[in-house]
């Protein structure tokens, strides 16, 4: 099969998203497909803020460049923050503070991932580097290609998917290949870094082709494998229907959304289909107890119950190229690609926020430290923002 990789760019035509291919090159395996590197045009003014909420820009540093891929992580009372050229750092969400920093010596496709205890990052090379919590190299173990999933780490696992479409577990502890699993590919895939969600009992994991599997903790036997969405279309990039993201756990559920598809949730432990709405997804959701909140492909933001009801849809933020939304107290937290960060409230979707970081693009769901948000720029911003 000849391998096609496709940089894209998010832009909006006649009403809808259209994308651009701009430039291909050969790779080993199968095709894969940027959804988005950009917008394409003038970006639209933010919205008026209608319904303020307290909240403060805490503090800020600068660590270095980051983007797709690279997503602060809160762990242990602590924030994780990784950047491609290969720096791990450990930061006090309360102030911003550096704990430690550390140089990996590897450009890194993928970071960080931690349970607090293990730190993990993904080199270019095909590497996992593991470092302990003080920063000191623990182990490292070849995938076999490279890693498009960010490391998860928890209940003594790493795990992460790699370019071959190969789901591996290792030992947390001393880096030993615990078990693997593996799907073929289809003919072109979404080039897009996400995680898989680790529980007690089972693994959840977004697959190219829409599909969302569940595989045992112990073994990586497949518990179950249930349909986000099929594929439709004439040609091969109108088929992509990638789940998009992380799957996401909140009491029996799991819920996930596809490229061009459908949010869909499911029962855990059997996959059995609870609801699903139509939507053409443009990155990954958010649940909580009582919501769903995804971003559609025209950055659009819905917010649905857990019974799948459409609660509300905010347009205000559309063309902006926004990033997942993050639930935090009364409010949704988006990046943009101008660097923004709006809080909008979750009782009806009005722009309740908005703090301004260094102008580069928020690319990567902001995690949530407490009542803070924190937010990592492609430029190289990591940034805390704190509901008063």
Known sequence: MRALAFEA????????????????????????????????GKIPEPPAITARVAATQAWSLRLGPAGPGFAPVSAAGSVFVATAAGTIARIDPATGGLLWKTDTGRRLSAGVGSDGDVVVVAARDGALLAFDARGERRWSAQLGGEAVTVPAVGMGLVVVRSSDNRITAFDADSGRRRWSFQRQNPPLVLRQTASVAIAPDAIYVGMPGGRLVSLSIESGALRWEATVSQPRGATEIERIADVLGSPLVSGREVCAASFQGRLACFDAPSGRAQWSRELKAAGGIDVDASMVAAIDDRDRLHAYS???????????????????????????????????????????????????????AVVSPPVAAGRSAIVQTSAGAVVGISLD
């Open 9 to 40: 760019a998010r832009a909006l035509a006649a009403g809808r998203r259209a994308l651009l291919v701009a430039g291909a090159l050969a790779l080993a395996g199968c095709g894969s497909f940027w959804p988005w590197s950009g917008d394409s």
């Open 306 to 360: 857990r019974s799948g009801a459409s609660l509300w849809r905010q347009d205000g933020l559309s063309g902006r190229g926004l990033s997942a939304p993050l639930s935090l107290g009364p409010v949704l937290v988006v990046g943009d690609s101008q660097g923004l960060v709006h809080l909008v409230s979750r009782s009806d979707g009005a722009i309740a926020g908005r703090f301004a970081t260094d102008g580069s």
